[in-house]
């Protein structure tokens, strides 16, 4: 089983990043999916989350409206819009698998870095 981001890089105030989630090794199709990040310092933050056909989006206020999470079942792939990107939104981004019988299942993350 794997989760492995990609997408995450240094952008401006303003910018834009497009993250991924490639899933395998599991039924991708079974799970709700979430972004979770961690700020240098700081705790886990809760991101965003999506539920198996992709139709429900629920997200953080602080990214409302900046944020859009999809996926794409065909791909076994999860995905994470990010647009007017904020200094605050500088964190490592988790990728999860929401799992209630076995507990959350972390990708390793991707750095995304927004600074002038």
């Known amino acids: 089983e794997q989760l492995v981001e990609s997408g995450g890089g240094l952008v401006q105030p303003g910018g834009s990043l497009r993250l991924s989630c490639a899933a395998s090794g599991f039924t991708f199709t079974r799970y709700w999916m979430y972004w979770v990040r961690q700020a240098p310092g700081k705790g886990l933050e809760w991101v965003s989350g999506?539920?198996?056909?992709?139709?429900?989006?629920y997200y953080l206020d602080s990214v409302k409206g900046r944020f859009a999470s999809s996926r794409d079942n065909a791909k076994n792939t999860l995905y994470l819009h990010m647009n007017n990107l904020k200094p605050e939104d500088t964190a490592l981004y988790y990728c999860v698998r929401d799992d209630p019988m076995n507990g959350p299942y972390w990708g390793q993350g991707t750095q995304v870095a927004v600074s002038s």
């Open positions: 999506i539920n198996i056909p992709g139709s429900s989006t």
